[in-house]
DNA sequence: GCCAATTGTCTTATACGGTAGACAGGTAGC
DNA sequence: GCTACCTGTCTACCGTATAAGACAATTGGC
């Protein structure tokens, strides 16, 4: 039933290599170690280095010169996203890159036990939810799922929401939105969102858990955001506050027009 | 040299079925349809499902019963560590828990390109660099790669890194740190990381490069840090600052002894 | 030109992920 | 208690990914 079974090993050195090359470990133009080296730092044999060189080969991402060795491609790729704490894109327009958003689905439903606990929602109550993918020059980038209690999420249309910022659809609604709460860690990519994102399976992904809150305390939007991390990041800037012990790293706060240097 | 990798089309399966309990389409409690018919609904053998099944179970994400069938579990295994946004972890105190550190790697050499240049460092002139482990309760959470330009380094000794916090000791050397700049991403473990933290290879890695600078505008710390995200997540509190157009999200400075909700 | 190191290309043998099927034991419903 | 379905465990077998090693061809430095 099967016939052809992909090399797993192979491929696992594979999106290694790839995440250091995209995070710049291993700059453009940098030699790899060799082969044998490399086998036998990662424990493998030769031949499954070279089916994981094969790989970045493919992809465009090294170069391979019989005799010399093997050399990262010299190419930016495409430089990733900067986003600053907020996980607002505020250079975008200055970089002159064009952002798009395309609606995956649309629904309303009961919401996942953990959705419905953390907007603070009662048994029984739906939730409008849309899964939505925001593009940076056409190329995806992020993979958000977002729950919005049903009243409220009645109150716009599918169409608005593949338009109009979420939050401006809130606020329109008559929704203030003071606070919010959220939490970053990362995931692999499982086989739905690694297909929107054209991300290969297992893949590391950046993910953000957001909850915002009206001043009455009750939740008003849950978001669940997957990032590729090539293609954006969190960038921060810190100072030093506080007294003595108390002394501590502490964020500056994003003025109007700052943006971050190359 | 490895003996135990992980199959592939189990893999698949299982980080598909994760994103189906983590997203609350199967939830807490819920019954898994048959391993027979899991089998054909993807094609595989039953053999390979259970191997998936096995990751989840490991996991704590479900519980089989002979019988019975297999159910989703009602609870979330571990409660990460939490930490806010200038990664300091105010709480741990608090929590009753206790952070150790080893000290696993100290040498002089020369540093990569993409740190010499983060840290405005002329060709040749070398770093020191330490690596370093953190860990919660004894068990490892986090993996820390630090680079300090080499006449910084030398005003302290190897023991003193693993026992006195890095910044402390930059700053009893006379340095004044007041600026810093760090991104967070996520990667993939590698043989090394993995090890270490006690993980597979392929793992998701929360990663964060911070540098920090003297007020002269040289680097004199670049940090690395990889973080288990099922130990370990950035959690802020936000809130709407600005006005009119640039209304947007900012970030709630950490206050003193302020803890986060649990 | 020579030498060392590299990639490219074979060979052979083994390990293992995957399939297919059977069977034992537990559980729940009727 | 009977039955249907479930998980747990085992066997046998296939295809290929991987291991281990040898050898050729190429490159770059000396």
């Not at 919401?111 to 899964?131: F, I, N, W, Y």
């Not at 109009?164 to 995931?187: D, F, K, N």
């Not at 297909?195 to 909850?211: F, H, K, W």
């Amino acid at each position: 039933m099967d016939g052809s079974v992909e090399p797993l090993k192979a491929r696992r050195i594979f999106l290694l290599l790839k995440e250091r090359i995209g995070s710049g470990d291993l700059p453009p133009g940098a030699r790899l170690p060799g082969e044998p080296a490399l086998a036998t730092e990662h424990g493998v044999s030769r031949v499954t280095i070279r089916r994981a060189l094969d790989m970045l080969a493919q992809d465009g991402l090294i170069d391979r010169r019989a005799g010399a060795g093997t050399f990262v491609r010299t190419q930016s790729p495409v430089r990733p996203l900067v986003a600053d704490l907020s996980n607002v894109l505020s250079h975008i327009v200055e970089m002159g890159r064009r952002t798009g958003i395309r609606l995956l689905s649309f629904a309303y439903a009961q919401p996942p036990a953990a959705v419905a606990d953390a907007l603070g929602m009662k048994p029984g109550e739906r939730t409008q939810r849309s899964v939505r993918l925001r593009l940076i020059d056409g190329a995806p980038f992020s993979y958000l799922i977002t729950h919005v209690p049903e009243r409220i999420g009645l109150t716009y249309s599918e169409q608005d929401l593949a338009t109009v910022p979420l939050l401006a659809l809130l606020e329109r609604s008559g929704v203030t939105v003071e606070r919010a709460t959220q939490a970053i860690g990362a995931t692999l990519a499982g086989p739905e969102v690694a297909e929107a994102l054209g991300l290969e399976i297992g893949s590391p992904l950046l993910s953000l858990t957001r909850v915002v809150y009206a001043p009455s305390g009750d939740g008003v939007e849950h978001l669940h955001a997957l990032y590729r991390p090539d293609r954006y990041s969190f960038e921060m800037e810190l100072t030093r506050a506080g007294e003595g012990e108390e002394r501590r790293w502490s964020p500056v706060p994003v003025s109007g027009g700052r943006r971050n240097a190359g």
